[in-house]
T-cell receptor, first 111, second 112 residues
């Protein structure tokens, strides 16, 4: 599975959009980009995933660059409850393989 | 209804003891996993089970053994506990073609 690089921490004002970047320059053609988050003391939570098209669900939007070497997770209106560690993971879609978690980005949403 | 549940939530025990952590999922998923999160907050896969077959084992000491009595349960047994086993252990499950893994709330194990 390809490696990912994320900034260790970010701040965001409550009510504003949070844009979390992820670099995955070695991604291969059959690998998807997944995003999970872990709120303090809880289990990780799936957010969204995508292959090459931009994706949106009730939680977030995922923007993947045309060359697929990087992506951005967008939380359109961040709330205090969105404070968490956000993990960008690259993995072949549909496989039974485990998720390989990196260090993630600690997002702090401030009032 | 809780999708993935773990018991106990907290477990404090002495070195050398044997302990078990239970995991149950009511999602009808085919695959279940155990992850370990250490004090530095790194989350690492330990095991996964698919239809009672172990399909991943990431160089975990053989003191750790997953046991699956049925598709809805994957329990983690740990023998001869060591100080370094102190961590939070997370159970997870996913459907046959997993794009999403569902995690339990975690079990915080402290070995004294």
């Amino acid at each position: 599975d390809a490696k990912t690089t994320q900034p260790p921490s970010m701040d965001c004002a409550e009510g504003r959009a949070a844009n979390l970047p992820c670099n995955h320059s070695t991604i291969s053609g059959n690998e998807y980009v997944y995003w999970y988050r872990q709120i303090h003391s809880q289990g990780p939570q799936y957010i969204i995933h995508g292959l090459k098209n931009n994706e949106t669900n009730e939680m977030a939007s995922l923007i993947i660059t045309e060359d697929r070497k990087s992506s951005t997770l967008i939380l359109p209106h961040a709330t205090l409850r969105d404070t968490a560690v956000y993990y960008c993971i690259v993995r072949a879609g549909g496989s039974q393989g485990n998720l390989i978690f990196g260090k993630g980005t600690k997002l702090s949403v401030k009032p | 209804d809780t999708a993935v549940s773990q018991t106990p939530k907290y477990l404090v025990t002495q070195m050398g003891n044997d302990k078990s952590i239970k995991c149950e999922q009511n999602l009808g998923h085919d695959t279940m996993y155990w992850y370990k999160q250490d004090s530095k907050k790194f989350l690492k896969i330990m095991f996964s089970y698919n239809n009672k077959e172990l399909i991943i084992n990431e160089t975990v000491p053989n003191r750790f053994s997953p046991k699956s009595p049925d598709k809805a349960h994957l329990n983690l047994h740990i023998n001869s506990l060591e100080l370094g086993d102190s961590a939070v252990y997370f159970c997870a499950s996913s459907p046959h073609s997993p794009n999403e893994q569902f995690f339990g709330p975690g079990t915080r194990l402290t070995v004294l």
